[in-house]
């Protein structure tokens, strides 16, 4: 009986989507250390940084800056809980060990000028980050945390940055969701774009604290500008740029242990029940500032 002939392997079928590495994105690591409008390309494609988050951060940032004053104080009255992160006030260097001549207090003259800066650094965080700007600025703090770019340097170690950027988010993120007018989805869509925006900063503070990719970075020039200021040009509101501890003295504030009362006295145009209108809190509460929707860019 004759034998059958063996059966050849079937072609597989042709597939109508490209190939795994024909999908890939291709990432220059070297970019990534020498451009930076590159890393936050990458930033914003890998944490899907969209059209969506800017408008949640713009139509947001009115609810944001009523609670920047407390935030501020409360994140400063956390620092001086602790010597080695109270030390960077004192010493400039968290990486001092030896004694210190003076404990900073909250309204002491070092502490009130750094909240002035707190305050409106995180007034920048509310401004457009569709503009390259908004990043450049976010990348130059990163650096001057090492001791670069300023005329007084400031050396503060990675891990207190990581862990107060981490308070911040869970201050912010606490007081969105506890707003008793925003709708669900529009506390979701900020605390999201919020996130993310807190995280591109924690990169950058990372960026300049860590040896990856120092291969390519070993003739990078760093130009020495006053506090506040991105490539001669006054970025951030409300402040001088002197980096002296104490040119002026402002005003005390009060610490708050809430970052969000006075929300209760938030009130509702009742015929825009989606845009909530945020009127200005009582005179007698020093931790909320006036509603400010107005953006500056």
């Known amino acids: 009986m004759p034998h059958a002939p063996a059966s050849t392997p079937a072609s597989p079928p042709a597939s109508s989507t490209a190939r795994p590495m024909e999908r890939m994105k291709h990432i220059s690591r070297e970019a990534l250390y020498t451009d930076l409008e590159a890393r936050i390309r990458y930033?914003?494609?890998?944490?899907?940084?969209?059209g969506r988050d800017i408008d949640a951060l713009v139509s947001g940032a009115k609810y944001v800056k009523t609670l920047i004053p407390a935030v501020v104080n409360i994140v400063y009255k956390k620092l001086l809980q602790y010597d080695i992160t109270a030390r960077a006030f004192t010493t400039r260097s968290t990486s001092f060990e030896?004694?210190?001549d003076d404990v900073p207090e909250e309204n002491s003259p070092q502490i009130l000028h750094?909240?002035?800066f707190?305050?409106?650094?995180?007034?920048?965080?509310?401004?457009d980050p569709s503009k390259m700007e908004f990043w450049e600025y976010l990348d130059k703090v990163g650096m001057m945390h090492v001791g670069l770019g300023r005329a007084h340097p400031l050396h503060v170690e990675y891990i207190h940055l990581?862990?107060?950027?981490?308070?911040?988010?869970?201050?912010?993120?606490e007081a969105i969701l506890s707003h008793p007018r925003l709708h669900l989805s529009r506390k979701i869509a900020l605390v999201k774009a919020l996130g993310k925006v807190i995280w591109i900063q924690n990169d950058l503070f990372a960026k300049w604290q860590m040896r990856d990719g120092a291969e390519f970075t070993?003739?990078?020039e760093v130009v020495i500008e006053k506090e506040g200021y991105l490539h001669g040009k006054k970025v951030l509101d409300d402040v001088d740029g002197d980096e002296e501890e104490s040119p002026r003295t402002p005003t005390p504030t009060k610490a708050s242990a809430c970052?969000?009362?006075?929300?209760?006295?938030?009130?509702?145009?009742?015929?825009?029940?989606?845009?909530?209108?945020?009127?200005?809190?009582?005179?007698a509460d020093p931790n909320v500032a006036p509603d400010s929707p107005a953006l500056k860019t």
């Not at 707190?118 to 401004?127: E, T």
């Open 259 to 283: 970052p969000f009362s006075g929300m209760a006295d938030l009130k509702v145009d009742e015929s825009n029940a989606e845009e909530p209108q945020v009127a200005s809190p009582k005179a």
């Open 162 to 173: 990581g862990v107060c950027l981490s308070f911040i988010q869970d201050i912010l993120t």
């Open 98 to 100: 030896g004694p210190l």
């Open 218 to 220: 070993a003739n990078e």
């Open 43 to 50: 930033l914003h494609d890998f944490l899907d940084f969209s």
């Open 118 to 127: 707190m305050k409106a650094y995180l007034q920048k965080l509310c401004s």
């Open 114 to 116: 750094r909240k002035m």
